[in-house]
């Protein structure tokens, strides 16, 4: 085999792999308090319902803050929805979503989910320090 074919061959390898890693869609019929479904670096974790002291908060199709393409976790509608925040947000936790129809998440790498309605606590993935130190006394 030549250089040239290689290469062929390495590239429908390559367009294969990219086929069968992307994701199909994903769609919940139901999720008890606790259960959470991960997106990426966004995780949605089911609650009973809106946590006693949250503020309402605006309402955005895109739940990760940033405008790199690994940031657009975006809902398909925000029909039924409400956003709300906890008082002792950090900059893990993102916005807490009520709604009463199922919700849609798009993102263009790590595919479609779609959960049923309720209350998700949107929260971002910790990015850890080069470094790793155990705490000491």
Known sequence: MDTKESIAVIEKITERAKQLAKPGPVKYGALAPGDYHRQGDVYFTKLPGVPSGCAKAEAQ???APGTTQGSRHCLES????EFFRAPNAT????PIVQCEHPITVHHPEHGTVTMPPGT???TYQRQHAEELKRVRD
Do not use: A, P
């Not at 900059?91 to 993102?94: A, C, H, I, T, V």
């Open 91 to 94: 900059e893990l936790d993102g």
């Open 78 to 81: 925000l029909r039924g929805v």
């Open 61 to 63: 199709i895109q739940l």
């Open 120 to 122: 998700y606590k949107i």
